[in-house]
């Protein structure tokens, strides 16, 4: 699974952004589909997650109420939308896939993910 996250940019404290990611190369629905973030000098961080079938979702702490995550099965893509962006929240932020049996299923741990983007560049201004 190739996977391609486009959308990031610039955007001043409080304001919005969305990135997405689009795959290539396998059966999109398999997956349980990841967002991570890594800024500079510190290690990946799960962000947020989505579970194959069902919607059913998960969240840092630290994005919970802010940030949305949501998947087009049919359109093979997983966005995150970000909303009341904070100074801390900039970082690379990168899409990761790995297969799972369950359609309900969700996985918040990144040594898990088996497929990842080459991430986005997300930087809130303060």
């Known amino acids: 699974v190739q996977l391609q996250a486009s959308g990031g940019g610039l955007v001043q404290t409080g304001g919005s952004l969305s990135v997405s990611c689009a795959a290539s190369?396998?059966?999109?629905?398999?997956?349980?589909m990841g967002w991570f973030r890594q800024a500079p000098g510190k290690e990946r961080e799960f962000v947020a997650a989505?579970?194959?079938?069902?919607?059913?979702?998960r969240y840092a702490e630290s994005v919970k109420g802010r940030f949305t995550i949501s998947r087009d099965n049919s359109k093979n893509t997983v966005n995150l939308q970000m909303n009341s962006l904070k100074p801390e929240d900039t970082a690379v932020y990168l899409c990761a896939a790995v297969f799972m049996s369950s359609l309900r299923s969700v996985q918040t741990e990144k040594e898990w993910y088996r497929y990842w983007g080459q991430g986005t560049q997300v930087t809130v201004s303060s």
């Open positions: 190369g396998g059966t999109f629905s398999n997956y349980v």
């Open positions: 989505i579970s194959r079938s069902y919607g059913i979702t």
